[in-house]
């Protein structure tokens, strides 16, 4: 709301993220980091984006559960 109480809306018939608009990698990296980061720290965060990423590399998915603090 503006401070002279005008309210102004927009209509958005879908959002990033919808199976017709998917995320980019880099969109799917930008926000998990940003919900991750306050959490795990950056460092841990970027670990974690990374082992997802290679998953399928993974000799062990303890790793992974060690990363995120399960």
């Given at each position: 709301?503006?401070?002279?109480?005008?309210?102004f809306?927009?209509?958005?018939?879908?959002?990033?993220?919808?199976?017709?608009?998917?995320?980019?990698?880099a969109?799917?990296?930008?926000?998990?980091?940003?919900?991750?980061?306050?959490?795990?720290?950056?460092?841990?965060?970027?670990?974690?984006?990374?082992?997802?990423?290679?998953?399928?590399?993974?000799?062990?998915?303890?790793?992974?559960?060690?990363?995120?603090?399960?």
């Amino acid at each position: 709301m503006q401070q002279d109480g005008r309210r102004f809306e927009i209509y958005v018939p879908y959002v990033v993220g919808f199976p017709s608009h998917p995320m980019s990698k880099a969109d799917v990296e930008a926000k998990a980091l940003e919900l991750m980061t306050p959490r795990l720290g950056a460092g841990r965060a970027r670990d974690v984006v990374a082992a997802v990423w290679n998953i399928e590399g993974l000799a062990k998915g303890g790793r992974l559960s060690a990363l995120i603090g399960v």
